[in-house]
C-alpha cells in the first residue's frame, strides 16, 4: 500500500468492509441474473452516492470531497475485488475531464448532481471496438455533435456524456434528443452501449490545455488499474484459498510444488502491478510532469498480470472453475474487458517507449 | 487385423480403392450436403438430422466407413490403414463428413471395447456406434477425483448376477443425451487402483438422475449424474473385477490421442481466417504492409510458428508410429501443446478484436466473433480435461524424463 | 540506538547536518579523487589504494561515516537514518564514495556482531570493519550444503577452552585475500538445526587452506576453503553452541537485503547508457524513429517497465520499514526481481550487439562490452547465491502465502 | 527423429558413437586450454574428413558422397551434443554455395580439395556484428574484391572464402596477398576473424540465380540449427542426470515437483524444436519453395529454445555450474554465439512474417 493519509486508510477500510459485506460476488451475481436495463446494481450505487464516493473527486465547492486519485483507487480497488458493478468508475473519469476542463458556469452545473449521485457520468472516446485516441471523426458543427460511438461504459444508464470529437471534449446530456443508444452485452455482463449523436446539443469543455484529452483518457485508465488491481488480487487470495481445501492424490493441493512456485511467481508479478498501479495514482496527484509515463506503465502491467491471474484461476481451480456456478468464469470475463479498455498493454507499452523517445 | 483381400488384389490396390471410394461417394453423398457437416451434434446436443443427413449417416453405418479400420465382423469398414487415408482424402475432396466421427463411442469407448470385451459385448455394442444408433457417455470423474482419478468413490456392490450402484459422478459429456454410460465403479473399498471395475450402465435404469452443469462459455455441455441403487448385471461388466483401472486408462490414451494428436484437430488448427488476415483487417497496417500493432504481430508470428513446429511434431508421431517403432517421446507433449495453441488463438482473437471480441449475445456483434468468445471460455477446460497439463507434465517428467516421484 | 543530541538540537536539525556533512566532505574529499571510485576492490581483490584513495579511507574510518548508522561507541558514525541519508545525498553530489562500503563485514558480519556478539567481541571486531583493516570472508557453503544450508558437516569438536575444526567450505567470496572468517560450524551431530554454531576462524591459523575457484566468467572471487584441525578459542563463538542457525539466518537477511533491495543496487539499474540508446546505435531506427527491430525493441520496454516497477516497489518497501510497519509483503520479491533485472540486462545487451556483444578479450571490441560478456557470465549467479530463485519462491509459497510444505 | 534411409541412420548412428567416444567435451576443453592458432580440434577435423563428412554436400563426382541436409544434420547434430569445434559447419555453408553457384570448372577446382579435407572453406556475409545481408558494401571491380568482413566463422584457417559482394558471391582463395585476418576472441573459444580484402582476386559464382545469397545464408543456418540441436539435447540430458544425483533437504533434485514440471515443459520445447529443425534440412533436401520459412521457422526455435535450455542448466546445476571446471559455461557462450549466427531469433521472426504477408 502507498502511503496514505489516516482520512485515506479510513475510506479505504470502509471501502474494503462496504464491498465485503454489502457488495460481494453474489450481488454481481444477481445483478447478472437480474439483467436490470441499466446493468449495474443501482441500490449499491445509491449507497455508494450516499457515503460520498461520486464526489471523490468533485472539489468541495461543488459538493464533493476533493480527496484525489490515490483515495479514488484505493476505493476503485475494493469495489474490484468483489466485481462490485457500479457507474464509479465510469462516472469518475467524466468527472475528472470536467474538473480540468471545465468552465466555473460548466463545473457549477454538473459536479454537484454527480457527486449527489443523481447524474452518472461516462467518458466518450472510440468509434471502433479498439482504443484509438486520435481516430475520432465526430465532429461539432453549430454546436451540435454528431457521430456514432462505440462500447460506452454505462452507455444504457448515463445521464451526461463527456465525448470526444475532433476538435476537442465537449458535454453531452443524456436526454438530449440526439442522443439515441443500443445495448450491447458483452462477456462481462456489464453495461456497454452504442451511442448515437446526431446533432445532439454539445458544450465545449475549453480549459484544460492542448492535451486534455490525454489528461483525461490517463485518468480514465488509471480508474480502471485500480478495479483491475482489486480484482487481481481476489482472484489470486480466493485460487491460494482454494489450493488450501482441495485434496487431490491424499494431499492438499497447496503442498504441491510445482504450483506454490507458480503461486509464488504470480504473487511477485502481483506485488509489482500494485506498486506500478499506486505509482500512477500519485503521479496523477502530485501533478507530476510523467503522469502519461506512469499511466501506461501501469495500464501494461495490470493487463498483463490480471491476464495471468484470471486464466490461473482457472486452470488451478480446474473442473469447478470451468462452471457458472464459480465466480472464476465472472474474473476471466471482467479482466478482458477491462483489458482492453483505455488501451491494451501493447498500446501502452509502444505509447511508453514513444515517450521515451525509441 | 482381417483386411480384405479382394481389395489388396490388384496391382496398384490403393488406387483401386480409390476409385471404389469415389464411385461410392458419389452415389451415396449428395452435392448439396456440402458445408451441412452436423457431426458435432452427436457430441454436443440431440440430433436433429434432415432427411437427408439422416440418408447419409445410414448409408456410412451401413457401409461400416464411419469406423474405416474396425473388423467387418462388427460392422466396421475393415479397411488397412493405407486406405483408410485414401478415403479420408476422397471424402475430403467432396466435402463428405463422418456423422460418427466425434462420437464417444468411435472415440473411446468403441477401440477399447474392441481390445478388452468379450465376444457376446462386442457383438452387442459395436454394431449401434458403427451406425450411430446410440449415445455412450463417460463415467469417470467425481466431484472428489479429478485428476486423481483413481481415487474414486461411486460404489458397485455385488448381489449376485448383478451389482447395486450408488455414487455420484459429474463431468458426465452429454449425460442428457446418452444412452448408455461406461464407467469406472469401486468394487473394493480396501485398494485404490485395483479396487475399480469397469461397467457399462444403462441410463433409463431406474435410480440414474441426471443433472445439466451450466459452464463459463454458457454451454451445458456436461452432466453431474446421480446413481441411487442402480441395478446393473453382470453380463456388463468389461474385463475382470478389479481389472477397471488398466481398461480405464486405455479408454483415456483413446481420449488423449483424439484430443491433441487427432489429424482432425491439426487440420482445424489451419483452417478459418488465419489471424494474420483478421489483425490487419481490424488493426490496419504500417507503410511496410505489417499489421500495425508491432507488439501483437510477433504474437502472431510466435502462434504462427508455434502451429507449424505443432504440425510437424504431429506429422513426426505419425511417421514413427509408422515405421513400427512405437509411440515416440515426441508423443506425450501433443496435448500440452494442442491446448496452449488452441487457447493462445482465442486469446490473441480478442486481442486483435478489441472489444468487439468479447460479444456475449446479441446486435452489433459478428456471427464468427460471437462463436469465438463461447470458444475462447469453453476452451479453457482444454487444459483441464483428459488429464490437466500439470498430469501431463507430471507424466512427462516421470515416464519420459525418468525424474522421481516426488513424494 | 543512541543518536547524538547534540546534532537533533537546533530548529533545523537536518539542514545543519547537511551543513556539517558537505564541510566535512569539503575538507577530505579531494575533487582529483572523484570517479576514482575502487571501493569494490575491497570485495573483489587485494587493495591497491592511491595515497590519496588511502586518505579519503582513513578519514572516513576515523569519523565512522563508512558505518553511518552504527553506535558512537564502535566507532560508527552514530547517526540516525535520516541524516545517513543526508550525507548519502551530500556525497552523491560531489562523487564521493564509501572505501568500506561493499565489504562484507559492513554489509552482513557486522550488523549480525552488534545484535548477538558479546561486548568483547564488539569491542574487538568492529572497529577494524568501520576502519576496514580487515577482511572478513563467509564460510556458510559446502560441497554437500547448497541450497539445504542446515546440511553442512564441517565440525567443530570441543577441545576445553577450543575447538578443533575440520572440514571444507566453499563459495568463500574473497577466502584467498581474507584475514577472518565467519563460519557456521556443526557442534552437534545428532540435530539438524540445533547443531550448528557460529565460529569466527583466523585465516591465518595453522591447517586453513584456500584454493581459488575459477568461475565461468573466467575470475576467481570465491574459493574452496579446507581446515585441518584448526584450533578455534571459544572466545571467538559467537552466541551460545547450537544457537549458530538463528545468527547464521539473520545474517544472511542482511545479504538478501543488500543484494536484492539495496538502494545502491537500484539506482545501478538506472546507471549506464540506456538500453534503448545503444541499440539505437547499433540496430538503428525506422522512418518513426524507433529502433528497428521491432521485437527486441518491445523487449527492451518490457524491461524499462520492469525496472520502473522495481523502483516502485523498492520505494514502497522503504516507505513501509520507515512507517514502522514492518517488512512488507514485497521484501521478499525484491531478489529474485532483482536478479531477473540483472540478468534479463545482460542478455538484451548481447542480443543488441550481436557478436561484438560475445567478446572475450583482446583487440576488436569495446572494453564496456567485454565488461558486460563477463558480467552477463558472472550474474548466473544472483539467481543462485545468498538463496536462490527456487528457495526464494518456496520462501514465499510458504511464509506468504501460507502454503503447506510439499513434504 | 525423421525418418532416416537406412543409410542415414548408419551415419548418425556412427557419428553419435565418434562423437561421444572421440571427440567428448573433454576434448573441446584440451582445445580451448591449448588456443591453437587454427582455432579448432585439427586431429578431430583430420578423423572427420577421413570419414568423409566433409564430403557429405559434394556430389560424388567431385569426391563426395552427396547426401543432402537431412544427412549433414544428423552429423552436426551428434558433434553439438559434445562441442566439437571442427570447422565442418562452416565448410559445409560454403560447399553448399559451390553446389549451388559455381560453374562447372569451379566445382571441379574446389569441390575435390574440401571433400577430401584439405581446404577449409567458410562463407563470408557481415560486414558489422549482426547479421545482414541486405547491407552489403564490399564490392568487386576488375576481378579484385575489397571489404573488411566480421567475425568470419573459422575465419583464422579458411583455406577459401565464399565471400558476399554487392552484385554476388565470390570465390577466394585463402591464400591471396589481398587477404589478411585479425583473430576475434569470442566467448565461445571458436576461431571467429576480421577478414579483410584489399583488391583480393575473386571469381564469381554465377549460376544458382537471383537468390543465390538467400539460398545459401539458409543452407548456412540450417546447418547451425543441427549444432543447436544436438547441443540442446546434451545440456538438456545433463542437467536430468544432474538432477538425479544431488540431494539437498534429503531429497534428490529429480523428486522436486517445481523442477520436475520446468524440466517437463523444456522438453516440450526441445521436441517442438527437433521436429522444426528437422523440418528444415527436409525442405532443402526436398527443393521445396518454402526453405525459407522452413529455415526462419527452425532458427527462431531453435534460438529460443537453446536459450532457455543454457540458462536453465546453469540455474538447476547451481553453483557447480558456474565453475568453470564444469561444462554448462560452454554450452551457454556457445549457445549465444550460435543463437547470433545467420540471423537471431527476431531476425527469422521478422523474415518469416514478411514472407507470410504480413
Same mark, same amino acid.
Given at each position: ?57 468533485? @472539489? ?149 490545455? #492542448? ?77 507530476? @510532469? ?69 | ?44 446436443? @440431440? ?63 468403441? @477401440? ?43 460404489? #458397485? ?157 504431429l506429422r513426426r508421431v505419425q511417421q514413427d508410429a509408422k515405421s513400427n517403432s512405437g509411440p515416440s517421446a515426441a508423443t506425450s507433449i501433443m496435448k500440452n501443446v494442442g ?69
Open positions: 500500500m502507498a502511503v496514505l493519509t489516516e482520512e485515506q486508510t479510513m475510506l479505504r477500510d470502509m471501502a474494503r468492509e462496504w464491498a465485503d459485506n454489502e457488495s460481494p460476488v453474489t450481488a454481481f451475481r444477481a445483478m447478472r441474473d437480474g439483467a436490470p436495463a441499466e446493468m449495474f446494481a443501482s441500490d449499491a450505487w445509491q449507497a455508494q452516492a450516499e457515503m460520498g464516493w461520486a464526489g471523490i473527486l468533485v @472539489p468541495e465547492a461543488h459538493g464533493g470531497v476533493e480527496m484525489g486519485f490515490v483515495s479514488l483507487g484505493a476505493v476503485l480497488e475494493q469495489l474490484g475485488r468483489t466485481l462490485t458493478a457500479t457507474p464509479l468508475a465510469a462516472t469518475s473519469a467524466a468527472t475528472a475531464a470536467i474538473v480540468l476542463g471545465g468552465s466555473e458556469a460548466q463545473k457549477a452545473a454538473w459536479l454537484p448532481r454527480i457527486a449527489s449521485g443523481e447524474v452518472i457520468a461516462t467518458l466518450v472516446i472510440d468509434e471502433g471496438p479498439r482504443f484509438a485516441p486520435d481516430k475520432i471523426a465526430a465532429s461539432v458543427s453549430g454546436g451540435k455533435l454528431s457521430g456514432t460511438k462505440e462500447f460506452v461504459a454505462e452507455g444504457d444508464s448515463a445521464g451526461l456524456f463527456v465525448v470526444a470529437a475532433a476538435d476537442g471534449l465537449y458535454l453531452v446530456a443524456g436526454d438530449d434528443a440526439g442522443v439515441s443508444r443500443a445495448t450491447r452485452h458483452l462477456a462481462d455482463s456489464r453495461s456497454h452501449a452504442q451511442v448515437t449523436f446526431d446533432g445532439a446539443a454539445a458544450e465545449k469543455l475549453a480549459e484544460g490545455g #492542448a492535451d486534455l484529452l490525454t489528461q483525461v483518457t490517463d485518468r480514465a485508465a488509471a480508474a480502471t488499474c485500480a478495479e483491475m488491481l482489486g480484482m487481481a488480487e481476489a482472484a489470486f487470495a480466493q485460487t491460494n484459498d482454494y489450493l488450501k481445501t482441495r485434496v487431490q492424490f491424499g494431499q492438499l493441493l497447496s503442498s504441491f510444488q510445482a504450483l506454490q512456485h507458480r503461486m509464488a511467481k504470480m504473487f511477485t508479478e502481483l506485488e509489482l502491478m500494485r506498486s506500478a498501479v499506486e505509482g500512477a495514482f500519485e503521479a496523477i496527484d502530485a501533478g507530476r @510532469p510523467d503522469v502519461p509515463q506512469a499511466v501506461s506503465l501501469a495500464k501494461a502491467i495490470a493487463g498483463d498480470t490480471l491476464h495471468l491471474v484470471s486464466r490461473e484461476m482457472i486452470q488451478l481451480h480446474g473442473g469447478i472453475g470451468m462452471t457458472d456456478e464459480h465466480d472464476a468464469g465472472f474474473y476471466i470475463k471482467r479482466s478482458r474487458v477491462l483489458e482492453t479498455m483505455w488501451g491494451n498493454a501493447s498500446w501502452h507499452r509502444e505509447r511508453f517507449a514513444r515517450l521515451g523517445g525509441y | 487385423m482381417a483386411t480384405a483381400p479382394e481389395i489388396d488384389a490388384p496391382a496398384n490396390p490403393l488406387e483401386a480403392f480409390r476409385t471404389e471410394a469415389r464411385d461410392w461417394l458419389a452415389a451415396n453423398f449428395s452435392p448439396d450436403l456440402r458445408g451441412k457437416d452436423n457431426s458435432m451434434s452427436a457430441v454436443e446436443g @440431440p440430433n436433429d438430422d434432415t432427411p437427408e443427413q439422416a440418408a447419409w449417416k445410414k448409408a456410412m453405418g451401413d457401409k461400416g466407413w464411419s469406423v474405416p479400420t474396425w473388423p467387418k465382423e462388427y460392422g466396421g469398414g475393415g479397411l488397412s490403414r493405407a486406405e483408410a487415408r485414401v478415403l479420408q482424402e476422397e471424402m475430403a475432396k467432396v466435402g463428405a463428413w463422418n456423422p460418427m466421427g466425434g462420437s464417444m463411442g468411435v472415440m473411446m469407448f468403441g @477401440p477399447t471395447l474392441l481390445e478388452y470385451g468379450s465376444e457376446e459385448q462386442k457383438q452387442e455394442h459395436i454394431p449401434p456406434i458403427v451406425r450411430g444408433e446410440l449415445r455412450w457417455c463417460q463415467g469417470y470423474s467425481e466431484p472428489g477425483a479429478g485428476s486423481d482419478l483413481a481415487s474414486l468413490q461411486m460404489f #458397485a456392490e455385488d448381489a449376485g448376477d448383478h451389482y447395486i450402484v450408488n455414487g455420484q459422478k459429474t463431468w458426465t459429456s452429454g449425460g442428457q443425451w446418452a444412452d448408455k454410460c461406461f464407467a469406472l465403479v469401486r468394487t473394493d473399498k480396501t485398494k485404490k487402483h485395483e479396487g475399480i471395475t469397469f461397467l457399462l450402465i444403462d441410463m433409463t435404469s431406474p435410480g440414474v438422475e441426471v443433472k445439466p452443469i451450466q459452464m463459463i462459455s454458457g454451454s451445458s455441455p456436461f452432466c453431474e449424474t446421480f446413481f441411487t441403487d442402480v441395478k446393473v448385471p453382470k453380463a456388463n461388466r468389461v474385463g475382470p473385477e478389479g481389472q477397471g483401472w488398466t481398461i480405464g486408462k486405455r479408454l483415456l490414451q483413446h481420449e488423449r490421442n483424439s484430443l491433441g494428436g487427432g489429424g482432425s484437430s491439426a487440420s482445424r488448427l489451419f483452417a478459418g481466417t488465419p489471424l494474420s488476415a483478421l489483425a490487419k483487417k481490424y488493426i490496419g497496417v504500417d507503410a511496410e504492409g505489417r499489421i500495425a500493432d508491432g507488439e501483437l504481430r510477433t504474437k502472431i508470428i510466435r502462434h504462427e510458428m508455434d502451429i507449424r513446429a505443432f504440425a510437424l511434431t491446448a496452449r495453441i488452441m487457447q493462445e488463438r482465442s486469446e490473441l482473437l480478442i486481442e486483435i478484436r478489441g472489444m468487439a471480441g468479447l460479444g456475449w449475445e446479441g446486435e452489433g456483434f459478428d456471427e464468427d466473433a460471437l462463436k469465438d468468445t463461447r470458444h475462447w471460455l469453453f476452451g479453457k477446460a482444454v487444459s483441464i480435461y483428459g488429464g490437466s497439463s500439470e498430469i501431463q507434465n507430471n507424466v512427462i517428467a516421470k515416464r519420459i524424463l525418468g525424474m522421481l516421484d516426488h513424494q
